[in-house]
T-cell receptor, first 114, second 115 residues
């Protein structure tokens, strides 16, 4: 079946540090891959996505590349800010014959200290 | 910017009671979803809904659950007889289409506590 595994948190970094949150997936076919972010007290927001192999999604300084050979979609940011503190969820959707419900990882809580 | 809204933000109910969680999707969206997140666990898909019928449902979505779009704007999730293990954050989402190019927009969630 389809599943997503992401690194356990929490992750604590100092401002301007480099961020990597690992995400790997298992899926049949060719899923689309997503990173969602949840700020305290808010709902899930799409951060970035990639719909096919070798695509790079990017937004707000975050990047992730869809790697089919390693079934990975790691999230990176070169210099984190305090405002990036949130929970990050990796997710996939398989659209073949379906509406594309999202399958999420467990989430990784990021805390950035000034 | 349009957004998905959910009410109430927090619902406390006794075991065995019925609850209805309400969502107002973005107005021109056609596809609707419910997810839940038990505290400390992953967000899980419950059900998707299109054209006034269920498109897909997970094994979590048993006979105790139902969904409805009663008036063209609201999208509701009903739990007929709540159990302790139904305590979770419930998220509604909507999208304009189904496919990788369409984003699912999430509401802020309803925290359901069953005592």
């Amino acid at each position: 079946g389809n599943s997503v595994t992401q690194m356990e948190g929490p992750v604590t970094l100092s401002e301007e540090a480099f961020l990597t949150i690992n995400c790997t997936y298992t899926a049949t076919g060719y899923p689309s891959l997503f990173w969602y972010v949840q700020y305290p007290g808010e709902g899930l927001q799409l951060l970035l996505k990639a719909t096919k192999a070798d695509d790079k999604g990017s937004n707000k300084g975050f990047e992730a590349t869809y790697r089919k050979e390693t079934t990975s979609f790691h999230l990176e940011k070169g210099s984190v800010q305090v405002s990036d503190s949130a929970v990050y969820f990796c997710a996939l959707a398989n659209y073949g014959g379906s509406q594309g419900n999202l399958i999420f990882g467990k989430g990784t809580k990021l805390s950035v200290k000034p | 910017e349009p957004e998905v809204t959910q009410t109430p933000s927090h619902q406390v109910t006794q075991m065995g009671q019925e609850v209805i969680l309400r969502c107002v999707p973005i107005s021109n969206h056609l596809y609707f979803y419910w997810y839940r997140q038990i505290l400390g666990q992953k967000v899980e898909f419950l059900v998707s809904f299109y054209n006034n019928e269920i498109s897909e449902k997970s094994e979590i979505f048993d006979d105790q659950f139902s969904v409805e779009r009663p008036d063209g704007s609201n999208f509701t999730l009903k739990i007929r007889s709540t159990k302790l293990e139904d305590s979770a954050m419930y998220f509604c989402a909507s999208s304009a289409g189904a496919g990788g190019s369409y984003e699912q927009y999430f509401g802020p969630g309803t925290r359901l506590t069953v005592t």
